[in-house]
Structure formats: C-alpha cells, structure tokens
C-alpha cells in the first residue's frame, strides 16, 4: 500500500505560522541540506506530519536523516517521498523505498535534455503528437526512480514506457498518478505496487 497526499502551497505568511505552529518543521528547515523556497519545503513537510499523526509509526518529522546526497529518511520504515512544483506538493509514504515527482507542465526547449534520453525514447519524443506531454510523462518517472534509489543523478534511468525498470541493480515499479490537470506525476516502488490511495489535504 503507497498512500499519497497532496496540498496546494500556503503563501509565505502562511508558511512562517506553520512554522510557528510546527516547531519541528522549523528545525527540519535548519537541518536540510536544500530546502528550495519556503512554502514548498513547509507544505512538503506539514503533509508528512499530517501522515505520521494519522499513523501508528514510532517517528516524528525530528527523526529524520539525510544521507550523502542530502535524500531525507527515517532509520527505519515507512519510506517516504515528497516532491513539489507550481503550486502543488505532494508526499508518498509506503514500508518500502519509493520516491515520487511531480512536475508542472509548461512549454521547453525539449532538445536541451535530449542528452538525458536513450536514442529510443528520444526518437518516440520526437514522433510524438503530444511531445510536452509525453516528455513530463517520462521525466517524472525517470526523476521518481532517481529519488528512491537516492544516490544521486550521475546517471538516468531508461523508461520507454515501462511498468517496471532495471536501474543500477535494482528493479523499480512504476505507477502515474493524476492529481490536477497541467501535472505529471510518477511514484517508483522497489516492490510491486499492489494499491495506491491519493488524498487531498488543505492547509488551514
């Protein structure tokens, strides 16, 4: 079971009262070793404590860890993933390693992450009707497994429409989830993924 929730983001004000309200929150965000802009990181974070209160698991937001590459962790299960873009965050938590992304889609220079690309997947972007749409399809499954393996991204993962990918000695189950229209999203497993649950939640 993978249960995924997602938030629209609190403006800046907002953010700093979570803060306020959270203590642990604040320390998260002096902890971290990249935080992006406040009111992504806090709605990341606000939604895991909303699941951890929700759930019999002996951790809290204090105990979590950060490896070589900065990937936060417990030091034991639930695994958890969060990912933001726009004005959406979303986490994933799950008893085995996941990660999850989520991208707005908008218009690129698509040809600027050819090299990201097996000539496979590229030739099907470029014959692609629908190339914005297929490119984020693909980037978030790519960037989802990238952020379950947790290592790094000195190398990407070849998907080509794959339910399930080999990836550094490790096989990966993938899953789209739709959240809002204009949103790509994937969640990568390293066990099949028998179910998955998506809630909204609303910052008050």
């Given at each position: 079971m993978i249960n995924i929730y997602y938030t629209y983001l609190?403006?800046?004000?907002?953010?700093?009262?979570?803060?306020?309200?959270?203590?642990?929150?604040g320390r998260?965000?002096?902890?971290?070793?990249?935080?992006?802009?406040?009111?992504?990181?806090?709605a990341g974070r606000w939604l895991l404590a909303q699941i951890l209160a929700t759930m019999q698991v002996p951790y809290s937001l204090d105990d979590i860890r950060f490896n070589e590459a900065g990937r936060p962790a417990f030091p034991g299960p639930p695994h958890f993933s969060i990912s933001h873009s726009g004005n959406l965050a979303v986490c994933a938590i799950?008893?085995?390693?996941?990660?999850?992304?989520l991208e707005q889609e908008k218009e690129i220079a698509l040809p600027d992450f050819e090299d990201?690309?097996?000539?496979?997947?590229?030739?099907?972007l470029r014959r692609s009707a629908t190339p914005y749409a297929d490119f984020y399809r693909a980037w978030t499954a790519k960037e989802a497994i990238l952020k379950a393996d947790g290592t790094g991204p000195d190398a990407f993962p070849?998907?080509?429409?794959?339910?399930a990918v080999q990836f550094r000695g490790n096989s990966y189950y993938l899953e789209e989830?739709?959240?809002?229209?204009?949103?790509?999203?994937?969640?990568?497993?390293?066990?099949p993924i028998r179910s998955i649950t998506v809630k909204e939640l609303s910052i008050p």
């Open positions: 609190p403006s800046a004000g907002k953010a700093g009262l979570l803060i306020a309200g959270n203590p642990a929150i998260q965000l002096a902890r971290a070793p990249r935080t992006g802009d406040l009111p992504s990181f806090v799950a008893p085995h390693t996941i990660g999850i992304d990201y690309f097996s000539q496979e997947e590229w030739a099907a070849e998907i080509n429409g794959l339910a989830i739709r959240l809002e229209e204009g949103y790509a999203c994937h969640v990568a497993a390293t066990a």
